[in-house]
Nanobody
Framework: QVQLVESGGGLVQAGGSLRLSCAAS????????MGWFRQAPGKEREFVAT????????YYADSVKDRFTISKDNAKNTVHLQMNSLKPEDTAIYYC???????????WGQGTQVTVSS
């Protein structure tokens, strides 16, 4: 089993920054990815960013490209999401997800609220 613990959400004014973190523990795998999704009220959960653990390759949604940066800390098995130039439309619950593709397994964190005021 894998456990994911998120931190770093909060309230910020438009144009501000926040940094989210997600720490993974338990039995991960040799090859996996970690990423962030978000869900705003009344909307479906959507992809934000992901990082392939072994290669470090990163992928972003168009809506956050050039504003958000995903990174990893190998020693702490933690992924970070640096969010800059935040907009009110970034307001959502942000969820961390770990995916082990070759085992068809995925795990979700509990979510952390990000609120951007105008």
């Amino acid at each position: 089993q894998v456990q994911l613990v998120e931190s770093g959400g909060g309230l910020v004014q438009a144009g501000g920054s926040l940094r989210l973190s997600c720490a993974a523990s338990g039995r991960t795998a040799m090859s996996y990815s970690m990423g962030w999704f978000r869900q705003a009220p009344g909307k479906e959960r959507e992809f934000v960013a992901t990082i392939i653990w072994n290669s470090g390759n990163t992928y972003y949604a168009d809506s956050v490209k050039d504003r958000f940066t995903i990174s990893k800390d190998n020693a702490k098995n933690t992924v970070h999401l640096q969010m800059n130039s935040l907009k009110p439309e970034d307001t959502a619950i942000y969820y961390c997800k770990l995916t082990i593709s070759y085992l068809a397994q995925s795990y979700w964190g509990q979510g952390t609220q990000v609120t951007v005021s105008s």
